[in-house]
């Protein structure tokens, strides 16, 4: 079945790096989002990017679909950053189905 | 701003015990589903809904029902519950935009401990 994966699956940073979070899934996808789950629960969606470059901010979200991989990448980052990074990938027998990656979990370090 | 609530926030159970998950979302989404999130997984799909009335199988829904009586309300019900059910529950309601984009707005959680 489709599956997503998603690396590192922890990523330990200081204040004022970049960081970059990888997601690869295993078939085309139409659909790929990538989601932030707040240190206390709360999950938003961040990005709607099936393919290309979108920019929000000091986030970059890239996906290459004939590649089957997207990543997030997130400038100068900054405590409030930390928290647990989702992609997710529609699913092939359901317009309205997503399939989850593990997530990476970073923490910015002041 | 979509306005997902969950009720309660927090539970705790007894084996073999019933307990029911609410969800209410007020910005009239057709699209309701429940997940549960455990320590090294993502998000599990449990149940979904299309809208009132409807309610169809996740990826993991041995062990729970749904119900959607209304555009509004959500609920999971898990009739005996067993320990392996303890988790944080996500209620999550969605729509289709302009671009074919099936955004999500999420419910703060419930934590379900079964003792």
């Known amino acids: 079945g489709q599956q997503v994966q998603q690396s590192p699956a922890s990523l330990v940073l200081q204040e004022g790096e970049n960081a970059e979070l990888q997601c690869n899934f295993s078939?085309?996808?139409?659909?790929l989002q990538w989601f932030y789950q707040h240190p206390g629960g709360r999950l938003v969606s961040l990005f709607y990017n099936p393919s290309g470059t979108k920019h929000t901010g000091r986030l970059t979200s890239t996906t290459v679909t004939n590649e089957r991989r997207s990543s997030l990448h997130i400038s100068s980052s900054q405590t409030t950053d930390s928290g647990t990074y989702f992609c997710?990938?529609?699913?092939?027998?359901?317009?309205?189905?997503?399939?989850w990656g593990s997530g990476t979990k970073l923490i910015i370090k002041p | 701003e979509a306005a997902v609530t969950q009720s309660p926030r927090n539970k705790v159970a007894v084996t073999g015990g019933k307990v029911t998950l609410s969800c209410n979302q007020t910005n009239n989404h057709n699209n309701m589903y429940w997940y549960r999130q455990d320590t090294g997984h993502g998000l599990r799909l449990i149940h979904y809904?299309?809208?009132?009335?409807?309610?169809e199988k996740g990826d993991i829904p041995d062990g729970y029902k749904a119900s959607r009586p209304s555009q509004e309300n959500f609920s999971l019900i898990l009739e005996l519950a067993t320990p392996s059910q303890t988790s944080v529950y996500f209620c999550a309601s969605g729509h289709r935009d302009w671009d074919n984009q099936d955004t999500q707005y999420f419910g703060p959680g419930t934590r379900l401990l079964v003792l």
């Open positions: 078939s085309t996808a139409t659909r």
């Open positions: 809904s299309y809208g009132a009335g409807s309610t």
């Open positions: 997710a990938i529609d699913r092939m027998d359901s317009n309205y189905q997503l399939i």
